[in-house]
């Protein structure tokens, strides 16, 4: 998992550090300007990458990681 923690794009980061602060993906769409669609692709893609089966468990693995706080 550690190779592919390092393949989490800037954006993927963001969607997490914001899911983690307890924002939905439409309040992340209204916060950030980002279309939902690429709110979708961040989280889709960070859940994939971080080998989660869910958001809860991205945010999880991610801050384990020390990749978000």
């Avoid at 963001?14 to 924002?23: D, E, F, K, Q, Y």
């Avoid at 709110?39 to 893609?45: E, F, K, M, Q, V």
């Amino acid at each position: 998992m550690a190779e592919k923690m390092n393949q989490l794009d800037a954006l993927e980061l963001r969607c997490l550090a914001l899911a983690a602060r307890g924002r939905s993906r439409q309040e992340m769409v209204c916060e950030t300007d980002i279309p939902m669609e690429r709110i979708n692709r961040a989280l889709d893609g960070a859940m994939r990458k971080l080998q989660a089966g869910n958001l809860a468990e991205a945010i999880f693995r991610a801050a384990r990681l020390h990749l978000i706080s």
